[in-house]
């Protein structure tokens, strides 16, 4: 009888080690996010663009592509800046990232194409961004070639931008 019960449980434990290694995520890449991520918005493509904040006052828009390797990225001087960064990624369309800004006190959208080429559109002057007290539109993690996730080294004080695959 204790042979059997012995049986049934490796064979358990052996079924759940296989199911475990075909359904466990992979890490493809990941990203120095600096000090802080503040916003995650998926390409479509397997990459993604994000918010990062340095403790020096400044903030960047970074967009990866799907190997993880460097689009487009800009810098924003939060000096001036009371709260959180005046950036906002608002969403990709087709080969381009939107995101809102404000360039020499101007309120603008960019449009940035797939070779990292800005297009500035002058707004109405008004704020674009998510609903009443959500500063960012929301972050979202995935897409149907896997899932960003924000790893946090504590003692260094960094966080990185990780690409997983969802196999």
């Not at 001087?77 to 087709?94: E, H, V, W």
């Not at 990185?160 to 196999?167: A, L, P």
């Given at each position: 009888?204790?042979?059997?019960?012995?049986?049934?449980?490796?064979?358990?434990?052996?079924?759940?080690?296989?199911?475990?290694?075909?359904?466990?995520?992979?890490?493809?890449?990941?990203?120095?996010?600096?000090?802080?991520?503040l916003?995650?918005?998926?390409?479509?493509?397997?990459?993604?663009?994000?918010?990062?904040?340095?403790?020096?006052?400044?903030?960047?828009?970074?967009?990866?592509?799907?190997?993880?390797?460097?689009?487009?990225k800009?810098?924003?001087?939060?000096?001036?800046?009371?709260?959180?960064?005046?950036?906002?990624?608002?969403?990709?369309?087709?080969k381009?990232?939107?995101?809102?800004?404000?360039?020499?006190?101007?309120?603008?959208?960019?449009?940035?194409?797939?070779?990292?080429?800005?297009?500035i559109?002058?707004?109405?002057?008004?704020?674009?961004?998510?609903?009443?007290?959500m500063?960012?539109?929301?972050?979202?993690?995935?897409?149907?070639?896997?899932?960003?996730?924000?790893?946090?080294?504590?003692?260094?004080g960094?966080q990185?931008?990780?690409?997983?695959?969802?196999?």
């Open positions: 009888m204790k042979t059997k019960i012995l049986f049934v449980i490796f064979c358990i434990f052996t079924v759940s080690l296989f199911c475990d290694s075909i359904f466990a995520a992979t890490e493809l890449w990941s990203y120095n996010g600096w000090e802080k991520i916003q995650i918005v998926p390409d479509s493509k397997g990459g993604c663009a994000f918010v990062r904040v340095e403790t020096n006052d400044i903030a960047e828009v970074v967009w990866l592509d799907k190997k993880g390797e460097l689009v487009y800009t810098n924003i001087n939060m000096t001036n800046s009371f709260g959180p960064p005046p950036i906002n990624i608002l969403f990709f369309k087709k381009s990232l939107f995101f809102f800004d404000v360039r020499n006190d101007a309120k603008v959208v960019i449009e940035i194409d797939n070779k990292g080429q800005e297009i559109t002058q707004s109405s002057g008004d704020d674009v961004s998510g609903p009443l007290f500063l960012y539109t929301p972050s979202q993690l995935s897409d149907k070639r896997g899932f960003f996730a924000v790893k946090s080294d504590i003692i260094a960094r990185y931008i990780v690409r997983f695959n969802n196999k």
